[in-house]
């Protein structure tokens, strides 16, 4: 019996924290009609050079891959920058003819360039001009507390962001972040991925204060309050959403 795989990518300056209540619902499922696998992978450091998100990606595929955990019964969840690693993943699969994943759960990402604001842009650029300790000291202590606020944090999620913050890999959050900007998928790319088989499942709010929603040609499930980070506030439609990724025969019980 092959096992079935959940792989958790989280966005810029996020770890397997921003996960929490999904490894709490899938994590170490022996109770699950089929043994699932749920892997957090770490950012390949240092970043191919010249290859942004299509290097993470590849790297990201081969370390899944020698796990076992990439085939036709993976469920890639993939948070703002995972989501753009999960969809470069999916197109890199389908052009050198390896398996492709069965589904790919995007809360609060991007799934088209356009969707990458000037602002952001910008933000990354300016970001370059500042020291890492500049940059460490405003992460955990100016901008975490204002940015739980802007998502509706509660209290005790505003406090996992902050050691979340306080955790940040500056180095590789510059090098990921340059990644982000330089990424391409149109859509023309999404349907080379559902022409594969590929289901993409998309949770986004309407009034997220990082990304703005996708494209009115984009199928997905919409949040009407301010929110970005789903996998804490909306963690039950999240977690919906990763069983619905899931045929009915495969689909794991909670």
């Known amino acids: 019996m092959n096992p079935r795989s959940i792989v958790l990518l989280p966005g810029l300056g996020a770890n397997a924290r921003l996960f929490g209540p999904q490894l709490e619902a899938f994590g170490d499922r022996h109770d699950a009609p089929k043994i699932l696998q749920t892997f957090v992978p770490s950012w390949p450091d240092p970043i191919e050079p010249g290859r942004g998100v299509e290097g993470v990606a590849k790297n990201v595929g081969k370390h899944l891959k020698a796990c076992g955990a990439l085939d036709r019964g993976t469920v890639l969840v993939g948070f703002s920058f995972g989501g753009q ?7 890199q699969a389908i052009e050198s003819g390896d398996a492709v994943p069965a589904a790919i759960v995007l809360p609060s990402a991007p799934r088209r360039t356009s969707q990458l604001t000037r602002r952001f842009r910008v933000q990354v650029a300016a970001a370059g001009l500042l020291p890492n300790a500049a940059i460490g000291f405003a992460a ?11 998502c509706g944090l509660d209290h005790e999620q505003t406090l996992e962001l902050q050691r979340m913050a306080a955790e940040l890999d500056v180095p590789q959050f510059r090098r990921l972040a340059r990644a982000a900007c330089r990424w391409r998928f149109e859509a023309e790319d999404e349907r080379a991925l559902r ?14 204060p990082v990304i703005p929603p996708p494209p009115q040609d984009c199928d997905f499930e919409a949040i009407e309050e301010s929110a970005h980070l789903l996998t804490w506030t909306h963690a039950d439609r999240v977690n919906g959403m990763i069983e619905k990724a899931f045929s009915p025969q495969d689909r794991p019980r909670t």
Not at 85 to 91: D, F, K, N, P, T
Not at 141 to 146: D, F, I, S, W
């Open 140 to 150: 955990s202590e100016l901008v975490a507390g204002p940015f739980a606020r802007a």
């Open 85 to 91: 690693v999960a969809l470069s993943l999916a197109r």
């Open 195 to 208: 022409d594969a088989g590929v289901r993409i499942l998309h949770l986004h709010s309407r009034r997220d």
